[in-house]
């Protein structure tokens, strides 16, 4: 299973982005998905997810600025980031939230002025 992240860029802060991860298997339709990030120097943590039924959970960090949600049909799992803080600057990887799959290279969030 491959996962392709997409999206990522330099946005100033109160800025928005919109993050695509496809996934290269019918067996993404099985799975609950979580958005993960990993921040310079820190260990990845799952920031947000979305069960098969589209039940969503947030991290406190992020919850009413990040909306997660999936398109089964197109094996893909949106991220959309609004309210953007310094602290949100990270790279961001999804995957499936039991025992992941390879993690692929990410897409890179900075937020910055």
């Known amino acids: 299973v491959q996962l392709q992240a997409s999206g990522g860029g330099l946005v100033q802060p109160g800025g928005s982005l919109r993050l695509s991860c496809t996934v290269s298997?019918?067996?993404?339709?099985?799975?609950?998905m979580g958005w993960y990030r990993q921040a310079p120097g820190k260990q990845r943590e799952l920031v947000a997810r979305v069960s098969t039924s589209g039940t969503t959970v947030y991290d406190n960090s992020v919850k009413g600025r990040f909306t997660v949600s999936r398109d089964n049909a197109k094996r893909t799992v949106y991220l959309q980031m609004n309210s953007l803080k310094p602290e949100d600057t990270g790279v961001y990887y999804c995957?499936?939230?039991?025992?992941?799959?390879?993690w692929g290279k990410g897409t890179q969030v900075t937020v910055s002025s």
């Open positions: 298997h019918n067996i993404f339709n099985q799975h609950t």
């Open positions: 995957n499936r939230v039991t025992i992941p799959w390879d």
